[in-house]
């Protein structure tokens, strides 16, 4: 007889009543991916009408038109190889890979897309939007493939194919991540009177409460390195999960680039904001409640602290979004579809609609005061 997989809240329990309490990331890597009842898991994501959040890929087409000109770009200072490879990590149900392909990028008959993405649920929804292709097509092979997936020529591009982790070979392209580092579980620390504690979770009455802990030797020095005059009370996110996350994708790269989209800030200035601020939880686009209620229903998601991503390894570039969309043709882009949607609103044709809609993602994505101001973080390699 097989055992019925654990629930959410039993694994949880269970984790506690074993241990005691358990570490934050600990929790939050089981809120958000517990393989039944996590957040990403069941329903939560990204999209407009009932979607918890809004990406840029999902405000609509023109970023991921803006993507390709940076691809082409990157294509062509890397010598036109091909294959050229592009790794999204965090891909969701396709919507960025299926908007590259539509803007037709000059790199197209070299490009290999391989959408990275964690959730058995939404890399279905990849099959609805985009021809997938067996992962030996466009990486060489692998084991254990989908024979369902389509067959094609080895050598027309462009290619698609999902896979649930970062491939193991390392290629010639690029790596990106829109809004996952975000995600990844961090734990907390809170300076005490003389030392660091670290923030566990326990339960109270079946709640989910916090308890402060000394922390070990380890995260101490580091919490040291990052906030030498910090003050008691202070609270802080240590992040190595996207640490590690940086080393393994530049591991990943021969030639090319790590891309990194998502708002960011710095230990020190994170360090002098209530957590509240920094740590939030979203549920139907709006702020949801305090992470410990309700596990699995919202989204967690912790500001992405720069300078500890670059103890992994040094910035080449880093701008805001709006910068970078600039820096990579947007205005140009909208001044063609503002032509478009002149010449042919009196029709209300789908391409003048589409000119139309050009204008309005822009401003979407360009608003200083939202997704404009995220970071966008790039290493170039080799």
């Not at 970062?166 to 961090?186: C, I, W």
């Not at 103890?311 to 969309?325: D, F």
């Not at 009196?346 to 404009?372: M, N, Y």
């Amino acid at each position: 007889m097989v055992e019925q997989a654990k629930s959410l809240a039993e694994e949880l329990s269970e984790l506690i009543s074993r241990n005691g309490s358990i570490r934050f990331d600990e929790y939050m890597e089981l809120a958000l991916y517990h393989r039944a009842d996590g957040f990403f898991s069941s329903s939560g994501g990204a999209g407009r009408s009932g979607a918890d959040f809004l990406t840029s890929p999902e405000v609509g087409p023109l970023f991921g038109a803006v993507l390709a000109n940076f691809l082409d770009a990157r294509w062509q200072e890397l010598g036109c190889p091909d294959p050229f490879v592009v790794i999204e990590a965090a891909a969701g149900r396709g919507a960025l890979a299926l908007a590259v392909r539509a803007a037709e990028p000059a790199c197209a008959a070299a490009l290999r897309y391989v959408l990275v993405e964690r959730s058995e649920s939404l890399r279905q929804r990849q099959h609805e939007h985009l021809p997938l292709v067996q992962p030996s097509e466009v990486l060489g092979p692998v084991a254990g493939e989908d024979s369902d997936l389509v067959a094609v020529d080895q050598h027309a591009g462009p290619l698609f194919c999902s896979l649930g982790d970062l491939p193991a070979e390392s290629v010639v392209g690029v790596v990106l991540a829109n809004e996952l580092l975000d995600n990844l579980p961090v734990r907390i620390l809170q300076r005490g009177q003389t030392s660091w504690l670290e923030l566990r979770v326990t339960l109270e009455a079946e709640a989910f409460v916090e308890l402060l802990v000394p922390a070990d030797p380890a995260a101490s020095r580091l919490a040291d390195e990052l906030l030498p005059q910090a003050a008691p009370g202070v609270r802080i996110p240590l992040q190595s999960a996207a640490g590690e996350w940086l080393y393994q994708a530049q591991l990943l790269i021969r030639e090319g680039s790590v891309v990194v989209i998502d708002y960011c800030a710095h230990s020190e200035a994170l360090s002098e904001r209530p957590q509240v601020e920094w740590l939030r939880t979203y549920r139907s686009q709006e702020r949801g409640q305090h992470p410990l209620k309700f596990p699995g229903s919202q989204d967690i998601t912790c500001e992405v602290a720069v300078d500890q991503l670059e103890r992994v390894a040094p910035l080449t570039v880093s701008s805001t979004q709006a910068e970078w969309l600039t820096r990579w043709g947007i205005e140009g882009l909208v001044s063609e579809g503002r032509q478009i949607w002149s010449e042919g609103a009196s029709e209300g044709s789908l391409a003048a609609v589409r000119g139309r809609s050009r204008v309005i993602e822009a401003e979407a994505l360009l608003d200083r005061a939202g997704l404009g101001a995220f970071q966008v973080l790039e290493w170039h390699l080799g």
